[in-house]
């Protein structure tokens, strides 16, 4: 059971924002955030015309559910609410990443998009590296880095697990051949992309290789 929430900043637009520009959501039959908080990725969604479930342990948020996202009947009730194709998108609690992850890309059978620190990814532990590791291999990874900093808050990124390598590449905006501001190896490996290099890429003249979750 998730009890009383521990400390969370709040999801910037500005960093929603950036993700937007990557990874396509449209041909989702719904969008699920479970995590909704303050709401903000909820209202970018909803005036992007798309449709939205959100939920929030704590009731005072508004969410639509104010229910245990730990809780595998809680993600087949929300399924419900989104049609058969939908994908989540959410900003945990950063204690509950390595709960909530596996249980989300169990259930979304597209995509789970997840803001989460960069150290995440970057320094795992040998458990939660060889879970990526496995995803990665598969080409079913893609990550936004080089998100905009606020104040005292961690850097951040949003890590995206494709249903498959196929899907993936149908779903991620940025160009697969290009070498601005991403680096991509092989359908084998993690692609990532480097927000803060992509939008300098055009007075730069190109973006820096990024070491991804296939280092070891």
């Known amino acids: 059971m998730i009890s009383t929430p521990p400390y969370c900043p709040a999801t910037t637009l500005a960093a929603f924002g950036h993700f937007g520009v990557h990874v396509r959501l449209d041909t989702a039959s719904g969008i699920m955030d479970a995590f ?36 595998v009947w809680f993600w087949k009730k929300l399924g ?3 049609g058969a194709a939908p994908a989540v998108v959410t900003s945990p609690w950063f204690e509950l990443l390595d709960l909530v992850i596996p249980l989300m890309v169990r259930v979304s059978p597209i995509v789970v998009c997840v ?27 893609f990550m936004v880095v080089g998100l905009s900093r606020y104040a005292a808050l961690r850097s951040c990124a949003w ?31 993690p692609a990532v992309v480097d927000n803060a290099a992509a939008a300098g890429a055009s007075g730069a003249g190109g973006g820096a290789a990024h070491a991804g979750l296939g280092a070891s």
């Open 36 to 71: 909704a908080g303050t709401g903000n990725i909820v209202s970018t969604l909803t005036h992007k015309s798309l449709r939205v479930v959100s939920n929030d342990a704590n009731p005072q948020h508004g969410a639509q559910f104010a229910e245990d996202a730990g809780q």
């Open 115 to 141: 803001h989460v620190p960069y150290g995440y990814v970057t320094a795992a532990p040998e458990a939660r590296h060889k879970y990526f590791r496995g995803l990665a291999e598969e080409g079913r990874l």
């Open 159 to 189: 890590l995206c697990v494709f249903k498959d390598w196929q899907t993936r590449d149908q779903l991620v905006r940025t160009d697969m051949e290009s070498e601005v501001g991403w680096f991509r190896m092989s359908h084998r490996l």
């Open 80 to 82: 419900e609410r989104v």
